[in-house]
């Protein structure tokens, strides 16, 4: 009975860490789910026709999408901020 009991209180002292790391990792909220749902659809993304054929095919060209948008947003961006800060 001793001898269990130890190797019980040793695996969760081992264990008790790993554990609490786990639990301080945060997912995605509410509202950044429905932002993300809201770029799906403007991109062509209907996730109410989910066809079983095409619907990964559907979502994968949504993401490409999206990700040539956010490229091009991030690229202008670059672009307007090394613009001002040139000095005349």
């Given at each position: 009975m001793?001898?269990?009991l130890?190797?019980?209180?040793?695996?969760?002292g081992?264990?008790s860490?790993?554990?609490a790391?786990?639990?301080s990792t945060q997912g995605?909220?509410r509202?950044q789910v429905?932002?993300?749902?809201i770029q799906?659809e403007?991109?062509?993304?209907?996730?109410?026709?989910?066809?079983?054929?095409?619907?990964v095919?559907?979502?994968?060209?949504?993401?490409?999408?999206?990700m040539t948008?956010q490229?091009?947003?991030?690229q202008?961006?670059?672009?307007?901020?090394s613009q001002?800060s040139?000095c005349?």
């Open positions: 001793k001898h269990s130890r190797i019980l209180i040793i695996a969760l081992i264990s860490p790993l554990l790391s786990a639990q995605l909220t509202e429905k932002e993300d749902l799906y403007r991109a062509g993304y209907n996730p109410a026709r989910q066809n079983p054929r095409t619907w095919d559907d979502a994968h060209a949504a993401t490409q999408k999206i948008a490229n091009a947003n991030a202008a961006q670059l672009a307007s901020a001002a040139k005349d």
